[in-house]
Each structure stands twice: as structure tokens, then as C-alpha cells.
């Protein structure tokens, strides 16, 4: 498994990773989409890979330049139980104590 810095044609892969009973999303159609651009150019996200293929990811961003933020985690359903949210969630803490 692999985690790297997401990159803006990732988005299509976890936008379908976030199409789960567990997300609900209110409003327009492309707000998904649209909130994790954002997220991708300004944000902190990473994706977690295993096969090349993109089965969770993490996105956080900074408040007040002393606090960290996680906005969102998720691991595809197929993939969970393996370790896969617990190593995204050490990978922002271990950015957010470089920042402090």
C-alpha cells in the first residue's frame, strides 16, 4: 500500500469512494466535486493506493496555523479492517506537529 499527495485527476476516484451510505452530501449536483478540487489545489490530501488503484483517502486542512483539521477519511469498503485509515490519520498528525 502506498500513500502519496493526491493529484487533480484523482478526484473522479474519490468522488466515487464517497458514494457510500455514509456520506451525504446536501446540494447541487457537482459539490462534491467541486469541494474536493478544492481541497486537492489548497488542501492537505493524500490518497492511499494498493495496485495502483485508489482505495481511500484523507483531506485536512490548516486553522489559525496552529491547529489541523481532518475534513474527511475514507477507505473504500473492500479495504477496511487493513490498517489503511489509521495510516492516513498518522500522516496528517505527523504533518500537523512539523507545523506547530
Not at 14 to 24: D, G, H, Q, Y
Amino acid at each position: 500500500m502506498k500513500i502519496r499527495k493526491a493529484k487533480q485527476s484523482d478526484a473522479k476516484k474519490c468522488i466515487e469512494l464517497t458514494k457510500t451510505p455514509e456520506f451525504i452530501f446536501p446540494g447541487e449536483k457537482n459539490f462534491v466535486e467541486k469541494y474536493l478540487l478544492d481541497f486537492i489545489k489548497k488542501g492537505i490530501f493524500y490518497v492511499a493506493e494498493e495496485n495502483q488503484k485508489i482505495v481511500g483517502f484523507i483531506s485536512a486542512q490548516e486553522i489559525f496555523g496552529r491547529e489541523m483539521w481532518i475534513d474527511m477519511i475514507v477507505v473504500d469498503k473492500n479495504f477496511r479492517g487493513k490498517g489503511i485509515g489509521t495510516k492516513l490519520i498518522k500522516l496528517v498528525l505527523k504533518i500537523a506537529k512539523k507545523k506547530v
